[in-house]
């Protein structure tokens, strides 16, 4: 069984940073791109930043120069740096990951982590 468990959440001021956490666990046999996502109150889920296993990356223009997503295969980890907090960043952060069993490869997604940005 494949889980994938975020951490790092919280509440800090504008202006500060938090790092988020994804761990990947279970009979994993790869994982392919690996991604945050977040929903902020009253609106849609949104990307914020992928990477691939080669560790090539993209962002949503919001959190481009704030944010840097990263990724340690050996752990299979991913973190999401966020630097510069704005309120607008206030939302819950998902991660995702495409991840390649024995008999299948599946898009798994992590419990919700509450990140307040406070004024």
């Known amino acids: 069984q494949v889980q994938l468990v975020g951490s790092g959440g919280g509440v800090v001021q504008a202006g500060g940073s938090l790092r988020l956490s994804c761990v990947a666990s279970g009979s994993i046999l790869g994982i392919y791109t690996m991604g945050w996502y977040r929903r902020a109150p009253g609106k849609e889920r949104e990307l914020v930043a992928t990477?691939?296993?080669?560790?090539?990356?993209k962002y949503a223009d919001s959190v481009k120069g704030r944010f840097t997503i990263s990724r340690d295969n050996a752990k299979n980890t991913m973190y999401l740096q966020m630097n510069s907090l704005k309120t607008e960043d206030t939302a819950v952060y998902y991660c995702n990951a495409d991840i390649r069993e024995y008999y299948k490869t599946s898009i798994y997604w992590g419990q919700g982590i509450q990140v307040t940005v406070s004024s």
């Open positions: 990477i691939t296993s080669a560790s090539s990356t």
